[in-house]
């Protein structure tokens, strides 16, 4: 008997450190939710008490370290665009920028995912980096560590162009089309899950591909070092 209350005790623990690193776990994948919700606009009520990094130029008397800190590029009733936190301690051409719904929208699976953020995104990053270079990316579902939708802006790496032009694309000359566009491909290829990829072949002329693995790992310069 006494075994049994030892084993059972084991299972208590194991349980309750399973139930903690799930918690943690998840507000780690919300993060960036939390941002949107609390660190963007430093006009919002409780601002400085409620956002985790707030804005160097909001007066709250916090860290203004690059990775203490939420730097908005571009802000909309419906969108806003971030310095990803990656671009802490790179060269100043170093260019890693992040686009974001500010309702809840999950990710690539979400149905209310919104159309708009494609032009959104475009516009922010290119005021940034050549469009001849820049690269729009989402990470699928089971390749992301963020459960809030989010748009890369960056460079493609230096082969990148060549190899996406060898693959399965679709050209559009609107951007709001680019979810439908990708999702259309994954259906054709099986895909249940996917990331897309955007770059720019000529003025209004876009290349959309649908790819089964993380497109900000293989085509991007996701990282200075």
């Not at 009733?77 to 719904?101: E, N």
């Not at 994954?186 to 895909?191: C, F, L, P, R, S």
Request: aromatic share 8%; net charge neutral; hydrophobic share 45%.
């Amino acid at each position: 008997m006494r075994h049994f209350k030892i084993f059972g005790y084991f299972l208590v623990l194991v349980l309750v450190a399973w139930v903690q690193g799930s918690a943690l776990a998840l507000e780690r994948s919300d993060i960036l939710l939390d941002i949107v919700r609390h660190c963007v606009d430093p006009q919002v009520g409780d601002y400085c008490s409620l956002c985790r990094a707030p804005r160097a130029d909001a007066a709250c008397n916090a860290p203004t370290a690059c990775n203490k800190t939420t730097e908005v590029w571009a802000l909309t009733s419906s969108y806003t665009a971030l310095r990803d936190i990656k671009m802490c301690g790179c060269p100043s051409d170093f260019v890693h920028g992040l686009a974001l719904p500010r309702a809840v929208v999950r990710g690539v699976e979400d149905p209310n995912r919104p159309d708009g953020i494609w032009q959104f995104a475009w516009d922010v990053g290119a005021s940034r980096i050549e469009p001849q270079n820049m690269a729009l990316v989402v990470n699928p579902q089971f390749q992301r560590s963020q459960n809030q939708l989010h748009v890369h802006m960056l460079r493609l790496s230096p082969d990148a162009r060549a190899r996406l032009e060898g693959m399965k694309f679709t050209a559009v000359s609107d951007l709001g089309s680019v979810w439908a566009s990708a999702a259309r491909s994954a259906a054709a290829q099986g895909w249940a899950d996917y990331g897309v990829i955007v770059v720019q072949r000529a003025p209004q002329d876009f290349m959309v591909v649908a790819t089964p693995d993380s497109p900000e790992d293989a085509f991007t310069q996701w990282r200075c070092n």
